[in-house]
């Protein structure tokens, strides 16, 4: 069946530092696949998707490009700030149309100033 | 726009007692979800809906746990009767439909003593 692997947190970095959280994905056909962020207290957010091969997703400064030869889809950021302090999830959703997202289990990320 | 609106956002109750959870989805969107959260982990989907009709429940623990979405709207999911293993978080998400962004509300926390 489907699913997600995401590295183990938590990745605890400084202001400024380069971010990569990797992520890789088992999946029949051509998935879709997200980055979810979720801020402490509140709810999943969409950070940014991709939905083919060799697409790049970008919102806020991080970007993820959607491999398909190593069927990965890994988060990065130049520049972290204290404020992207949260909890990562990427998530695939199936070729078919069931709408069903499989996640990972996420990776916090504390920025320390 | 409001997103998705969830209450009760936190809920303690003795194991064998039963519990009910919320969901109003953005409007318009026709597709809603409900997700567990457990602690550490990414969400999972119980119960997808399009529309009232319940379109994928297979992972919905029917001995326990039922939910409705009367006219097609707001969405309820219940436990009954709820065991020390059903303390998690309560997701609901809803989407246009179901290849479309999932928008998740800041969910439930039901804590089962």
């Known amino acids: 069946g489907n699913s997600v692997t995401q590295m183990e947190g938590p990745v605890t970095l400084s202001e400024e530092a380069f971010l990569t959280i990797n992520c890789t994905y088992t999946?029949?056909?051509?998935?879709?696949l997200f980055w979810y962020v979720q801020y402490p207290g509140e709810g999943l957010q969409l950070l940014l998707k991709a939905t083919k091969a060799d697409d790049k997703g970008s919102n806020k400064g991080f970007e993820a490009t959607y491999r398909k030869e190593t069927t990965s889809f890994h988060l990065e950021k130049g520049s972290v700030q204290v404020s992207d302090s949260a909890v990562y999830f990427c998530a695939l959703r199936g070729s078919g149309n069931t709408g069903k997202l499989i996640f990972g289990q996420g990776t916090t990320l504390q920025v320390k100033p | 726009e409001a997103g998705v609106v969830q209450s009760p956002r936190y809920k303690i109750i003795e194991k064998k007692q039963p519990v009910a959870f919320w969901c109003n989805p953005i409007?318009?969107?026709?597709?809603l979800y409900w997700y567990l959260q457990n602690l550490g982990q990414g969400p999972e989907l119980l119960i997808r809906?399009?529309?009232?009709?319940?379109?994928?429940d297979s992972q919905l623990p029917k001995d326990r746990f039922s939910a409705e979405r009367l006219k097609g709207v707001d969405s309820t999911l219940k436990i009954q009767p709820a065991e020390l293993g059903d303390s998690a978080v309560y997701l609901c998400a809803s989407s246009l439909n179901s290849q479309e962004t999932q928008y998740f509300g800041p969910g439930t926390r039901l804590l089962v003593l």
């Open positions: 809906y399009e529309n009232e009709e319940a379109v994928d």
């Open positions: 409007s318009g969107h026709n597709t």
């Open positions: 999946a029949t056909g051509y998935p879709s």
